[in-house]
């Protein structure tokens, strides 16, 4: 890619030609800085007692036994699909309950629809929540609530919530403002502007992106499984590496969490291709 030029005329009337614009030199800089940290660590690690000669090989055997050798062990077929059944349990659960508290918040985030000073208080919140990683929100309510499922579905509620606001209102937002006027003109009082023109504009992005934070959860909830205790196939993965080491059942549930995962990115494109084409953009 070639460098742009950048053109700056200085105050004796020359002009000065300079390769590469700003942004580009700030990307360049910044690279170099992190490659530059990263050599750093690889240097600064402390490799005491590390033999290569051996870490190497035995590390392409563990591979091997995870991957190409899976077996359950320590539960059976029904447990591990109950547990599967859990952890699609909690993301949904968090993923409903978020997309309806959502909704309204959203109404009030989106700048046409509510007042300048109510929109950018719910953004500046939303912001915030959203800026906090799950896991820390998972952490912060396993201190009030205990570790366990119910932390775990606040923490992934509360991320939701801020995830879907900025989508939802986002989406909000793009509705025709004549068509909001129109309504207006009329005497429509607000929550009819609501039903009948922000609500038919926009049902399609709202059910791509409730789905898309619904793929996002099932993810978030194998992990909150072993961070948090809430069960499901994430703490049996966590117990089969860290308790049994069990290579060979770690290998089994990563193929089942991923084959799941799998299942669900086809079954959500096929929805959205046969039932919301307009929504596919939005994911």
Sequence with gaps: MEASPYIKRQANGRIAIKMGSKSERVMAWTITLLVALTVAAFVFFDYTGLDLSKAIPE?????????????LSHFTWGQAFYQLGVTLGLAF?????????????????????????????????????????????????????GLGSEAAVLGMLFHSIAYLVKAFSEAFEEVDQGTIEALRATGANWWHIVVHAVLPSTFTYLLSWTFLRFEINFSVAVAMGAAAGAGGIGFEL???SGFYFDLREVGMITYMILIFAIVLEIFSTKMKERYFPAAKSAS
């Design 59 to 71: 590390t392409f055997y563990n591979l091997k036994t995870m991957f190409l050798e899976p077996a």
């Design 93 to 145: 659960l968090s993923t409903i309950l978020g997309a309806g508290i959502a909704f309204f918040l959203a109404l009030m985030a989106a700048s046409n629809l509510s007042k300048a000073w109510i929109s950018k208080t719910v953004r500046i919140v939303v912001a915030f929540i959203r800026a906090v990683p799950t896991v820390l929100w998972v952490l912060i309510f396993a201190i009030a609530a």
């Design 238 to 240: 966590f117990m089969a």
